[in-house]
């Protein structure tokens, strides 16, 4: 009669544990690029960061575009001409002194003259149309989208129309005003898109943009 030999337990035991630990190895290695992964790359970080421009260099009733969190940002030097059109305008807008929050709370913007601005001759806008994200043209001029047209932007795709502040005329299918994103003066000239004087709104949305 044979005898069967006993396993060697303590022998089989270890095997068990090496192999978990190979295995607990390989899902840490898995673990790391996955977590990484959920890290905001350099571009994406790079975009979200504050932006500045000289106005100096802007004459009066140009406009620029820089980019901020990948969106077009307008800077506007407004002419006294065209300040002038605001108040006669506001009667035509559907929402003239921007109650719906379409810029940050923190902005001392003069909303009820409908300036939107910090500074009155240099406006900040996100150059997007509220209503699908077209982009819109700049028509500053009066009269260069036809003899009622007091100067402003105009978006092609559906027809929405804007004053120089930004502020959306009655009846176009946009719902609201074009958004003023934080935004800071420094030096005199400079302006920082992206973040407020104290450093603060770089991640304040509006209700649409």
Known sequence: MSVKENPDLRRRALL???????????????????????????????????VDFD??????????????????????????????TLPKVAS????????????????????????????PQLLVLVGICTHLGCIPGYFGDAGSLGAQWPGGFYCPCHGSKYDLSGR????????????????????????RVGETQNGGDQNWQPSIW
């Open 92 to 119: 035509q807008l559907s929402d003239p002194q921007s109650k719906v929050p379409q810029q940050p709370p923190d902005m001392p913007l003069r909303l009820k003259e409908g300036v939107r601005s910090l500074e």
């Open 168 to 191: 959306v005329f009655d009846g176009s299918p946009a719902p609201l005003n074009l958004p003023v994103p934080p935004y800071s003066l420094r030096n005199g000239s400079l302006i």
């Open 55 to 84: 106005a100096s260099r802007l004459q009066p009733g140009a406009l620029a575009t820089v980019q901020w969190r990948g969106r077009p940002v307008w800077i506007l030097r407004r002419t006294d001409a065209q300040l002038k």
């Open 16 to 50: 068990v544990r090496a192999t978990a630990a190979l295995g607990g190895v390989a899902v840490a290695g898995a673990a790391v690029p996955f977590v990484a992964s959920l890290e905001p790359s350099a571009r994406a970080t790079a975009n979200a960061a504050p």
